[in-house]
């Protein structure tokens, strides 16, 4: 299978990141699977349903305007001061050399938004993980 980038997008109260503890966010725990919050480590995205996946990209500046596009389109809900991880040349430039790009952001409510591109087919540093869109 070609190298690309699966995008992965999670909206949500930021109590679930914690509820009590993190352990539902690790693989092996019995709600890992089915939970919907983030994985505690980025490449274990890959190893949720491939439901999860909100876009797939070969292309590499594809992949980054789409990930600096999310940041817009969430930009006024953010609370504090905000700064795009690096332009959209830089996270292209690191797709190409199959890095992930991965950032998260406190929302307004208490929310948390988490804007993720997982280099897949393989993954740089868990090639043991199978592409969950096969």
Do not use: K
């Given at each position: 299978m070609m190298p690309h980038h699966h995008a992965y997008v999670w909206l949500g109260h930021g109590d679930v990141l914690v509820k009590p503890g993190d352990a539902?966010?690790?693989?092996?725990?019995?709600e890992?699977?089915?939970a919907?919050?983030?994985p505690l480590e980025s490449?274990?995205?890959l190893l949720k349903s491939a439901s999860r996946i909100d876009a797939t990209f070969t292309e590499p500046q594809e992949a980054a305007d789409w990930y600096v596009e999310q940041l817009a389109r969430?930009?006024?809900?953010f609370t504090g001061s905000y700064a795009p991880l690096a332009a959209p040349d830089e996270i292209a430039r690191r797709l190409a050399a199959?890095?992930?790009i991965v950032g998260g952001w406190w929302a307004t409510g208490g929310r948390f938004l988490s804007v993720n591109l997982i280099a897949c087919s393989p993954h740089r540093e868990r090639r043991e993980y199978v592409c969950p869109a096969r």
């Open positions: 539902h966010r690790r693989p092996g725990h019995p890992f699977a089915s919907q919050v983030m490449a274990d995205w969430h930009a006024e809900t199959r890095a992930d």
